[in-house]
């Protein structure tokens, strides 16, 4: 079993859909939670980064984390096309000394 | 400032032959990573730098594979006697992990294609 599992899509929604993406993990141990957004032949960039449980919201970006249920989301409001990219969620540790990466959901918005 | 480099950008080379890839992290950065992401998946983990500390080899895949970092400055991947199943986008990442977010900032990848 993966310590990260993220559904890798692709996911398709019209311009202004709110987008819902989502990952589970196993391992008890992680801390940090993190979503990267990652264009095509683009290294990745940091979107949101949230501490234990709980949400944070970021202009049109809201992570929420479950730590209960092992569960982690992003929540795109008013999605735009230059949403258009690969989102990966990552977590690791207290100690920062390794993160584990999902695999990525890849969402396109159609103008 | 400038951002992480990462060199060469792309890199064919023949089964069998060793590659170098080298990674030219955030100046004042204590922290470095390299992953491996083949097409279509996520982000795989090697290995991590932090400072002075003995490395964190726990991902690297096998004994072909090594790495280097000088202080806190650049880095270095080499893989030996590559194989068609290294063929993948070797991204490097700094940090400063005294900055309590411990963002990390990327480099643009080295696309590796191993014929």
């Known amino acids: 079993q993966k310590e990260v599992e993220q559904d890798p899509g692709p996911l398709s929604v019209p311009e202004g859909a709110i987008v819902s993406l989502n990952c589970t993990y196993s391992?008890?141990?992680?801390?940090?939670f993190m979503w990267y957004r990652q264009y095509s032949r683009k290294g990745p960039e940091l979107l949101m980064y949230?501490?234990?449980?709980g949400n944070k919201e970021d202009g049109r970006f809201t992570a929420q984390v479950d730590k209960s249920s092992k569960y982690i989301s992003l929540f795109i409001r008013d999605s735009q096309p230059s949403d258009s990219a690969t989102y990966l969620c990552a977590m690791s540790p207290y100690n920062f000394n390794k993160f584990y990466f999902g695999s990525g959901t890849k969402l396109n918005v159609k103008p | 400032g400038a951002g992480v480099s990462q060199s060469p950008s792309n890199k064919v080379t023949e089964k069998g032959k060793d590659v170098e890839l080298r990674c030219d992290p955030i100046s004042g950065h204590t922290a470095l990573y390299w992953y491996r992401q083949r097409l279509g998946q996520g982000l795989e983990f090697l290995i991590y730098?932090?400072?002075?500390?003995?490395?964190?080899k726990s991902g690297l895949p096998s004994d072909r594979f090594s790495a280097e970092r000088t202080g806190e400055s650049v880095s270095t991947l080499t893989i030996q006697r590559t194989q068609q199943e290294d063929s993948a986008v070797y991204l490097c990442?700094?940090?400063?992990?005294?900055?309590?977010?411990?963002?990390?900032?990327f480099g643009p990848g080295t696309r590796l294609t191993v014929l």
């Open positions: 949230t501490y234990s449980s």
């Open positions: 391992n008890s141990a992680f801390q940090y």
């Open positions: 730098f932090q400072g002075n500390s003995a490395p964190d």
């Open positions: 990442a700094s940090s400063l992990v005294a900055s309590g977010t411990n963002e990390q900032f």
